[in-house]
């Protein structure tokens, strides 16, 4: 080698660059979770929330557990609560299982009970979201550890005191197991109670009852979760005048009456909203306003409440599912997370959501890492395609995410784009569904 010549890149070096990489990550994203998972849990348990949330449209803390526990308190005192309170839009069922959280304490206790319940949730479900994606090496770990917090979906479903966490965590518990464990009466009566305590919020988790349903011994804990639901909708309906029929039919009245309103005024909306014109001189700007356009979630209710056609929400609504259940009956023997993937990134379309509910989005995360680390399974193109769509995903999912955070247009050309990409995965994990290399994964 001539003495002028540049010396060779060693391995040692790129180590060195590969090392820094990975810690800039990980104190990137210990950095992101404190501060969102603070000021979170600040909203969960201090933040002011108003008396009967009449400040809906605001930062209220704990407002959709403050909603939960009225809506409790009322059904167990016999309030016929479909008639009375605009925003109980849950089924019968599900405030018999809301009970133990906040139907025996007042608000202030259930936020704390909630509270350290959340934390107990939030750790089962970074150990599950790691042992998802095991065999991992120290570094990975690490970084798998810190996604999960790191994430604007799981902070704001903590600081509303949502239930997407408790449902997701269900889920991945219960789902895995019909593949990786052989069937009994054990396992089935675990998987039915894992998925009864998810119904708590169905329109996250009715759509993966078609995986249980075509699952190969599937019909027993499928059959177990209808008679457990019938059960537990008689049980509350025991606390109101109305039988359990009459009250289904009133919540599902309330419901279609209120997927329709929030897909055009609530926080998952496509919407024009009245703004103070800037084009105006400054003494005529506060007697003057403009429309603008704003996007807070991209689903299929928003658009049809956008388009004009609110009308058209519920049947829309049953085609997805009955679509979804096709597609999973079909592909009913692939790997189970693909089958997870593909059914979370529907749910989180087919009706209306608020930007917490994007925690399912998890799911689409664990499927892309399994299908990027086995280069043996899969071409090295498949692999890279993958790669890529999981970090440009976990990047659009880093807190604090961009629909409050940037000023008009550049919250709707987030949201937009955010929900091209997950569509752009929706369509991969479809088609990997058919590759030859996906085959059906064990338990967690």
Known sequence: MSPNAPPPSSPQSSGVEG?????????????????WLGYQFWRLLFQFTPPGNVALSGAVGAVDLSLRHMEVNGWFAGERIYWTQGNAVYPPASYLVLWPFVGWLNFTASRVLFGVVTIGLVLLLVRLYVKAHE???RKQRALLVLLPLAIYPVGATIGNGQLGILVLVCLTLCLPRL???K???????GIAALFLVALIKPTLSVPFFWIVLFARGGLRPATLIGIGYVGLTALAS???KNGPIQLMRAWFERGVHGAAWGARHGEGSIRAVTVASKTLPTEETTQASEPILRITSINLHSTLGYLGHANW?????LIALGLVGLWVLLHRRRSIWILMAVVAIVARFYTYHGWYDDVLLLLPLIALARIAKDPVAHSKRISSIATFLLVSMT?????PGGSYLLPYPWNNIYLITQSALW???LMFLLIMARHPGVQPSASI
Do not use: N
Request: proline letters at 4%.
């Open 179 to 181: 593949t990786g464990v």
């Open 238 to 240: 025991l606390a109101q």
């Open 423 to 425: 569509l752009c995965v």
């Open 19 to 35: 090392q820094g990489l990975w810690k800039a990550t990980r104190w990137l994203l210990i950095w992101i979770a404190c501060i």
């Open 183 to 189: 069937a009994s009466w054990l396992r089935d009566l």
């Open 395 to 399: 990047a659009s999912l880093l807190a």
């Open 313 to 317: 929400i519920t049947p829309a609504t």
């Open 135 to 137: 065999p991992v090496d």
